[in-house]
């Protein structure tokens, strides 16, 4: 049972450039989160999907920032425009039952902006 | 505001002794509390997990006490190997389709 599979493991874009992540679950998990660590910070929360849904997305920028979790397919965080200080490691998780289940977390992708 | 803290930023133990690492919470919908390690350049590691109708849960040579009555729960790892030696994040989620709330993460440093 492979794990979460995010890719790229990095990404580098220059400014204004779109930004494309893409997260594939753990088979049987159709629940997924992403996460951004800043550089010397903790995991901060940005959106939280189910197939088809986004059931939170509290912690997403308001402009720029996307995502999604199709029927078919990964789930895709998508950045516009992106800017330096959208440099970070975003980190994807999954679990098969959301809340009070554990989530497990892929290596994540490491994007640059230059 | 920070929902999960973590007040200790770094840790040293010396190898084969036991660590402890403390985390507090300030939300009291969370209901199920998990740690995380976490190794530079890869993705977090579930390590244990324990819910709130427990007040303790082991496995292995981690194990987990939760104290509801003080929002508190507590990580100790023994014996501390330098393996263990990785930024450990305390996380909660609470019912209804909650997301996972993670604290800052304490480093822990394993000396031979």
């Known amino acids: 049972n492979a794990g979460v599979m995010q890719n790229p493991r990095h990404l580098v874009r220059r400014r204004g450039q779109e930004a494309r992540l893409r997260c594939s679950p753990m088979k049987g998990h159709s629940h997924v989160y992403w996460y951004r660590q800043l550089p010397e910070e903790g995991l901060k929360f940005m959106v939280y999907l189910q197939k088809e849904n986004i059931i939170d997305e509290s912690g997403m920028p308001k402009e720029r920032f996307s995502a999604e979790f199709p029927k078919e397919g990964p789930s895709i965080l998508r950045i516009q425009q992106v800017v330096r200080g959208d440099s970070a490691a975003y980190f994807c998780a999954s679990s098969p039952l959301g809340g009070n289940t554990e989530a497990f977390f892929g290596q994540g992708t490491r994007l640059t902006v230059v | 505001d920070q929902q999960v803290k973590q007040n200790s930023p770094s840790l040293s133990v010396q190898e084969g002794r036991i660590s402890i690492l403390n985390c507090d919470y300030t939300?009291?919908?969370?209901?199920?509390f998990l740690w995380y390690k976490k190794y530079p350049a890869e993705g977090p590691t579930f390590l244990i997990s324990i819910s709130s109708i427990k007040d303790k849960n082991e496995d292995g040579r981690f194990t987990v006490f939760l104290n509801k009555s003080a929002k508190h729960l507590s990580l100790h790892i023994v014996p501390s190997q330098p393996g263990d030696s990785a930024v450990y994040f305390c996380a909660a989620s609470g019912r209804g389709g909650q997301n996972f709330v993670f604290g800052p993460g304490t480093r822990l440093s394993v000396l031979p």
């Open positions: 939300n009291s919908m969370f209901d199920y």
